[in-house]
């Protein structure tokens, strides 16, 4: 059964979540770096009997400055919430990135959001964390104001992959180029999304391959299910992605495109 988690979209927590372990980062995908965080948190809990607290940010900060970016995110807010309650996470703050708090100072996030706020007793964060008006607060801030203002920081070194970093950077650039098999150990799964079922032109059906299209805020995925019928219309599924088969490709006509989808299915059942 999974845990229920408290969700909140701003930092008026209730007073039962204030003096926690607050972990901030966009976590997005959980990967074996974040993971090695929240093992972390798990063990200060079981010691010192204290709940543990998420902070992220939606949009993640880099699409909010970059309005070109599309189809960034390893993992959305649902499936977010589902990694967390597996570290045993009691609560986490969807904090919405905009304007306004984009300007709000390092140090005022420190005092007034952190400690004031959340009451923070102790705050992990990976090395690479920037926050603050122009990213100006960075880890050696959070280590010098630590006795000010009464917080303990974590930060464990981060871990590496064939001399580089493992991130969420680095797994985007695995499955855009087709390397599933690396990001999936990396994440330590297999990459998934999840969306509703939405109908679209049934150009699959026409051409005797159905297929359910997915819609994921930037893009649509077409999903082909074997010797299953029924209705999937405004249902959520979760998709697993195993392996990469091939790359795009435009066809000359319906029949050569007919002609691949079989190779691709017969390569897919194996």
Known sequence: MVKKIKIYKNFNILRKHQNAMILIGNFDGLHLGHQRLFKEAKKYKKKYNSKIGVVTFDPIPKMYFNK????????????????????????????????????????????????????????????????????EGDVNLLKRYQIKYNYKLINPKPLYKKNKIISSTLIRKLIENGNLKIANQLLSRNWSIQGIVEKGRMMGRKIGFPTCNINIKNYVIEVNLFKFSGNLYNKNLTINFTKFIRGETKFKNIDALKKQIKKDIKVAKK
């Open 68 to 135: 070109n970016i599309t189809n960034y995110r390893l993992s959305n807010l649902n499936q977010k919430s589902r990694y967390f309650s597996d570290y045993n996470v009691d609560f986490f703050i969807n904090k919405k990135f905009d304007k306004k708090f984009s300007k709000i100072s390092c140090h005022n996030f420190i005092k007034n959001i952190l400690c004031k706020k959340l009451k923070a007793n102790y705050i992990f964060v990976s090395n690479n964390f920037r926050f603050g008006n122009k990213r």
